[in-house]
């Protein structure tokens, strides 16, 4: 079993849509939880970072986290075509010597105009 | 503008050539990593440094190598012994190992052998 599972999609909406993203994950000793947003051909960058548990919101994106059930969100309102992209999750465990992250297979999100 | 700079930003390897990919950052970053990623399988570790003249394998050293010599460089080699190279290679950095959310990515090179 992957540590970290995500559906790679497609996942194809309509411009205004809201938008769902969602992971799963195995390792309880997960604390910092990250979604990255790739453009093709580039590389990750940082959208959202939740620590722990709760919510998070920035603008039309809002992130959250349920450690019980080992599973994260990211909820995009009012989705752009510029939106459109690779979603990666992200997390790592407190105190990691490597200070690594391990990441989820990305879903791909195409918004239509 | 402080960063990661990767290149090239396309390579061709031809079977049983070692290839060096570059990557420097001028964030004064001490850790730095480098991740392989296929389509539809995430970010792969493949070699990580956490301070100069060290470094630790990943999940997926096999058929590659790195070195530290300064802290603004980490250059990947692709041996002839890696079987299956062609795939799209992200180096990232981050300040400290407390900082988790501080990682940068470059903007990757893509490998293929031809």
């Known amino acids: 079993q992957k540590e970290v599972e995500q559906d790679p999609g497609p996942l194809s909406v309509p411009e205004g849509a809201i938008v769902s993203l969602n992971c799963t994950y195995s390792?309880?000793?997960?604390?910092?939880f990250m979604w990255y947003r790739q453009y093709s051909r580039k590389g990750p960058e940082l959208l959202m970072y939740?620590?722990?548990?709760g919510n998070k919101e920035d603008g039309r994106f809002t992130a959250q986290v349920d450690k019980s059930s080992k599973y994260i969100s990211l909820f995009i309102r009012d989705s752009q075509p510029s939106d459109s992209a690779t979603y990666l999750c992200?997390?790592?465990?407190?105190?990691?010597?490597?200070?690594?992250?391990?990441f989820g297979r990305g879903t791909q999100l195409t918004v239509w105009p | 503008d402080g960063g990661i700079t990767q290149s090239p930003k396309y390579l061709f390897r031809k079977e049983g050539q070692n290839v060096t990919l570059s990557c420097e950052q001028n964030?004064?970053?001490?850790?730095m990593y480098w991740y392989r990623q296929d389509p539809g399988q995430g970010l792969r570790l493949i070699y990580y440094?956490?301070?100069?003249?060290?470094?630790q394998k990943g999940d997926i050293a096999e058929g590659y190598s790195v070195s530290r010599e300064k802290k603004e460089s980490f250059p990947l080699t692709v041996t002839s012994a890696q079987k299956n190279p062609t795939a799209f290679y992200l180096c990232?950095?981050?300040?400290?190992?407390?900082?988790?959310?501080?990682?940068?990515f470059g903007s990757g090179t893509r490998l293929t052998v031809v």
């Open positions: 990232a950095s981050r300040p400290d190992l407390d900082r988790v959310a501080g990682y940068t």
């Open positions: 390792n309880s000793a997960f604390q910092y």
């Open positions: 939740t620590y722990s548990s």
């Open positions: 992200a997390m790592s465990a407190r105190g990691s010597t490597l200070g690594r992250l391990y």
């Open positions: 964030l004064n970053h001490d850790a």
């Open positions: 440094s956490q301070i100069v003249n060290d470094f």
